[in-house]
């Protein structure tokens, strides 16, 4: 869900980010942004800079997407998860808490990709490639100082401090046991 009524949605066998516009008759589209072919668009996030991140999962790249002053929605940076493995894919995709750090989970090696969100927000930089601490990180969300990660494969989710200066992710807190969690939503 975007400002003003607007909804985006991925999709990932065609590679393209569809926006929406919420009326009473339904949803109505609005325009298709198309990423590079084969990169598998996932997850998006809404910054408060007003960019757009996606996550693609076959690709993985984090792309940055904002609107111009029409409105219309175009591509204006990407940057890939560097250091993960070929066959690996990209699953969730979240914020710091303030905004300031993307956090991308990568299964097969298990990993979290840390970018940096740079100037107004339109550009990232990778910064580094966390361990997961568990098997297959399907999900993830950040509360408070702390990266909650769902291991589907491990059967757990684990707690991952984080960095207070640079975002990273650390070693393992705490493990709970949880059958094959896929989807986790945090208390508010």
Sequence with gaps: MLPRGLLATTDMGLDLVRFW???GAGLRLTQEVVLPKGSGPR???W?????????????????VLTPDAEGRWRVVSGEPLLGTL???????????????VLYAG??????????????????????ALAEAGTH???????????LLVAGQLADEIVSLPLDARTGVPGRVRHRTASPSPTRLLPMR
């Design 21 to 23: 516009r919420s009326s």
């Design 43 to 45: 997850h998006g996030v």
């Design 47 to 63: 910054h408060p800079s007003g960019h757009l991140y996606v996550v693609t999962e076959l690709s993985r790249e984090v792309f």
């Design 86 to 100: 070929e066959g690996d894919t990209a699953a969730e995709l979240s914020t710091s808490r303030d905004g300031t």
């Design 106 to 127: 990568v299964r097969g090696s298990d990993t979290i990709g840390v970018l940096a969100v740079r100037g107004a927000g339109e550009a990232l930089q990778f910064t």
């Design 136 to 146: 297959w990180p399907r999900h993830h969300v950040v509360v408070n100082d702390t």
